[in-house]
């Protein structure tokens, strides 16, 4: 108990420090509101970290990259970013690239890198798409053909969400190429790491008309 409280303090004070040093924050990205977000890494020890691994050159240094194929981790929440990089250790999750970067991460870097990520301010999305049809499947799912509303797990907005020990990612805002290939990926099967598999349920049941569509619509939330 006592030890927690400690690292309570310290986590405010770094989180502190390293908004100081940031540009201006909007209200609602108070260290109340973000800390939830950022776990139980230290994000100052995780942006040193970060780009000594040089994680930002591709990933940008605040987490908004600038490649459409290169997710953006900025406001991500740490515990899904540091799942994916166990499931990248373990194989779980296969990439040419990433399989072979997060070979010699340790457990206590990943939860500080991902902290660091988690606490940086996202940049606005691209401009919103307005496919009616798109937004319905975001919004209701298609129970005809057992489809679940992304809403439902992925917050609203897209902004992602824990519940009952799972953290659903933000999506929203996310790059458009990037969440496509995601979607494509589930579809065929190339990545199968989400509990249950429910991802891949979903995405064998969109055409790829519809994952274009999402795609679009979801990287303007
Ligand atoms: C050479 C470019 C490059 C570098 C360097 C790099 N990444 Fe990546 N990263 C990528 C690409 C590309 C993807 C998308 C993989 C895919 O399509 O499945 C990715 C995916 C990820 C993901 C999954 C994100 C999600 O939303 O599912 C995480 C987490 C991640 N990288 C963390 C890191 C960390 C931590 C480092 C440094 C140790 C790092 N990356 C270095 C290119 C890079
Ligand atoms: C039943 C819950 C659930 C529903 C409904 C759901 N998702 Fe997901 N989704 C998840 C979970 C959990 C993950 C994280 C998987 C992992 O841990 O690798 C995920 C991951 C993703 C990712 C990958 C994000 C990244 O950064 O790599 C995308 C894209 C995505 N979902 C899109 C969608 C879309 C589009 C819909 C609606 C058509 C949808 N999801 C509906 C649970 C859900």
Redesign the pocket.
Known sequence: MRRRKKQGRFLAFSLFALMASARPLAADDSAETIAPRIGSGNPVAGKGISESERCQECHGEDGNSDDGRI?RHAG?YAG?LI??LR?FQSGA?YHSVMSIIVEDLSEAGMADIAAYFASRKPKPGSPAGDDPAAKA??AN?DKARA????V???GEDGRGRIADS????V?GG?HKA??SG??VNWKLGE?A???GG??NR?AKA?TDEEIEA?AKY?SGL
Request: aromatic share 10%; with cysteine; net charge positive.
């Open positions: 997710p991500q899904y799942k994916q499931d999750r499947l975001f799912g489809i679940d509303a992304c439902s797990c992925h799972v953290t659903y990612p999506i996310q990037y969440l995601q979607l990545r790491n989400s509990p429910v991802m979903i969109l999402l979801i």
